[in-house]
């Protein structure tokens, strides 16, 4: 399974970005997927979380909430990240990481995208 991401770039401040994530490979379950994000110098800290099951549950970090919205289309595997507002802060490598259940081994996986950099300029 390989998550591929889309959508990163350069902004000024107050912009807006729409990441994407998409799953794909054979015979697999999403539990939840989820955006992480990792400045020059900084730990990485998860940004926002989605579960894919009933209404999906959702999760913000404090710094993003009011400005940021997770959602996912669970037909095409792809979750997104509307980023409003955006600050220099901001800036960061977001990658997109999902919890997968293969369906030939019922094995649970954590999966990771390569990362799209987003830079926020003032």
């Known amino acids: 399974v390989q998550l591929v991401e889309s959508g990163g770039g350069s902004v000024q401040a107050g912009s807006s970005l729409r990441l994407s994530c998409t799953a794909s490979g054979s015979r697999f379950s999403i539990t939840t997927m989820g955006w992480y994000r990792q400045a020059p110098g900084k730990q990485r800290e998860l940004v926002a979380s989605v579960t894919t099951s009933g209404g999906g549950s959702t999760n913000y970090a404090d710094s993003v909430k009011g400005r940021f919205t997770i959602s996912r289309d669970n037909a095409k595997n792809t979750m997104y990240l509307q980023m409003n507002s955006l600050k220099p802060e901001d800036t960061a490598v977001y990658t997109c990481?999902?919890?997968?259940?293969?369906?030939?081994?019922?094995?649970?996986?954590?999966?990771w995208g390569q990362g799209t950099l987003v830079t926020v300029s003032s």
């Open positions: 990481n999902a919890g997968i259940v293969e369906h030939s081994t019922t094995r649970y996986l954590e999966v």
